[in-house]
């Protein structure tokens, strides 16, 4: 079994974390696209499908609370998988409201990320 | 007779001035002139009530009549009292005063006099009363006696008390509870806050180990990973400066350093900080050559710093961010205008607060310490620091005005 390549959307508004993330999961094999806000997240959406979501939760303009707002009413993005990451406080109970279908708290190990990821992406035979 | 001494006319209109009662015990028949029918019986309605001590007192203040109220209120019985001047009733510093003559002067000339205080019974207790004294006088206007109406509001005072108190308590408790919210809210935002950097510090140190294994680290990835943990480190730096500011300036530890402060000079050097970064452009400065005033620099620095800081935050590039100084009222005003967020009554009312940020700006940078570090080290000056919404539109403004000379904090 080997991982499927998947593309994958980073939203974060702290440009080291996102820009590091971005970096690192490329190398992993992955496509990646990067967004500092829901606002641009959906913008990415808009020309592009991801498979997964990396969601900060707090950003400027629009927070993760809005953008899944939106992405639920995307034909094509509705169903699409979303990791919440955040340093936010409560972050069990906030990710169980977006609907998340994970979650890792800031700061995190590199290692749990990848291995967080790999869990919620379809494996090819 | 005990019953006519107990007692007098209620006649407002009599037919001539009256003697003042003299001796020990005044001969209060000499006053009562012959009662009729309908006087009797008013005489013993006001005899019977018992709620108001209702009495007459002569014009020197000496008791005249007394009635069951002015027994049940003030504990004497109509022997022990009548003949006494009515100053007895009174605390002993009021007594000292003049206070009582004083009234019966004040409702001789006006006609009547209306009081709450405190009063004492025969006993020494106090009680605390409502006293209405009106002059009876005579067709040509001169006061005979007065009648004097006492009622005992010490319950109401009392309960009035009790839910002053008990008002005071909720304040209290209200308080006490917004500012535990205000500490959560706080300890959210600066846990998110110092996270976020640690987060990136352990992320990008991750991902260079993770690029050395695989073969991936070469020197342009190395730099950039070095600059990325400078970055975060710089950010977590500024955050720790921030905290500690607040808890310096509410400790106040270290000492203050006055002198002349050139607020045109140092504003420029401020907006140059600024300029250096990604807002190039957006500061617009309107000032004399200089404008100085005695003050702290490196405190009306970092006032000058948050305030153009808040003002690039709350608003988007390409908006321009106004800085206007005018010599104003002995003072320097310094005003920094945006065309961000803005802000609504209560957020400015509460903008200057520890962690009293504006509703708009949960999603804002920063642990929203920076305008009430401004406004701690504006009042320690002797200024003034407001905020307000921007007349012309979208925006904010926030105005400092810093005293020439009164630059000494306390």
């Known amino acids: 079994m080997t991982q499927r390549v998947a593309r994958i959307l980073v939203v974060e508004d702290d440009e080291t974390l996102r820009e590091t993330l971005t970096e690192v999961l490329a190398d992993e094999g992955h496509e990646v696209r990067g967004a500092a806000h829901g606002y641009e997240a959906l913008e990415r959406l808009d020309e592009w499908s991801a498979d997964l979501i990396v969601l900060d939760l707090m950003m400027p303009r629009m927070d993760a609370f809005e953008f899944r707002e939106h992405q639920r009413h995307r034909p094509d993005a509705a169903t699409t998988k979303v990791m919440v990451l955040s340093a936010a406080r409560e972050l069990a109970s906030a990710a169980d409201r977006l609907g998340a279908d994970a979650w890792l708290a800031k700061p995190f190990n590199l290692a749990d990320v990848i291995d967080s990821i790999a869990e919620l992406l379809p494996r090819s035979a | ?138 067709e040509a206007g001169v006061p005979y006696a007065f009648a004097k109406v006492t009622r005992d509001l010490t319950a109401r005072r009392e309960a009035e008390e009790q839910q002053r108190t008990l008002l005071a308590e909720q304040r209290a408790r209200a308080a006490a509870e917004e500012a535990l919210l205000a500490r959560d809210r706080f300890l959210s935002i600066a846990s998110h806050e110092l996270k976020t950097p640690v987060a990136s510090l352990q992320l990008v140190a991750d991902s260079v180990a993770r690029a050395r294994e695989s073969g991936r680290l070469d020197d342009a990835r190395l730099d950039t990973g070095l600059g990325r943990i400078a970055r975060a480190t710089r950010r977590l730096a500024a955050l720790l400066d921030e905290l500690l500011d607040v808890s310096r300036l509410t400790a106040d530890v270290t000492p203050w350093e006055l002198a002349p402060v050139d607020m045109v000079a140092l504003t420029d050097e401020v907006i140059a900080r600024f300029t250096d970064g990604v807002d190039d452009g957006r500061i617009q400065l309107a000032a004399p050559d200089v404008a100085v005033i ?86 320690r000056h002797g200024g003034r620091i407001e905020a307000r919404a921007r007349d012309d539109g979208p925006g904010a403004v926030f105005r400092i005005w810093i005293p020439r000379d009164g630059g000494a904090p306390a």
């Not at chain 2, 009549?65 to 027994?71: K, P």
């Not at chain 2, 209405?132 to 006088?137: F, H, N």
């Not at chain 2, 009222?329 to 957020?347: T, Y």
């Open chain 2, 294 to 379: 005695s003050g702290d620099a490196s405190r009306l620095d970092q006032v000058l710093t948050n305030l153009v800081d808040n003002a690039l935050k709350y608003s988007a590039p390409p908006t321009p961010v106004d800085v206007d100084i005018r010599e104003v009222d002995e003072g320097v005003e310094v005003s920094v205008a945006d065309r961000g967020l803005g802000l609504d009554e209560a957020s400015a009312e509460r903008m200057f607060e520890a962690f009293g940020r504006g509703s708009n700006a949960e999603h804002i940078q920063g642990l929203g310490l920076g305008l009430h570090i401004a406004h701690q080290i504006v009042s």
């Open chain 2, 1 to 138: 007779m005990a019953t006519q001494r107990a007692t007098g006319s209620v006649n407002q209109r009599m037919s001539g001035p009256q003697e003042t009662v003299a001796g020990d015990r005044p001969a209060a028949e000499t006053l009562t002139p012959p009662l009729l029918r309908g006087e009797v019986a008013f005489r013993l309605l006001v005899d019977a009530v018992e709620d108001y001590a209702i009495f007459l007192l002569a014009t020197d203040g000496r008791v005249l009549t007394w009635n069951l109220g002015a027994q049940r209120i003030k504990g004497y019985t109509a022997d022990e009292i009548v003949g006494r001047h009515f100053s007895a009733f009174y605390t002993a510093d009021e007594r000292d005063e003049g206070r009582p003559m004083r009234l019966l002067a004040w409702a001789a000339e006006h006609g009547r006099f209306e009081d709450e205080g405190w009063r004492v019974r025969k006993d020494g207790s106090r009680f605390w009363a409502n006293v209405i004294v009106t002059a009876l006088t005579d």
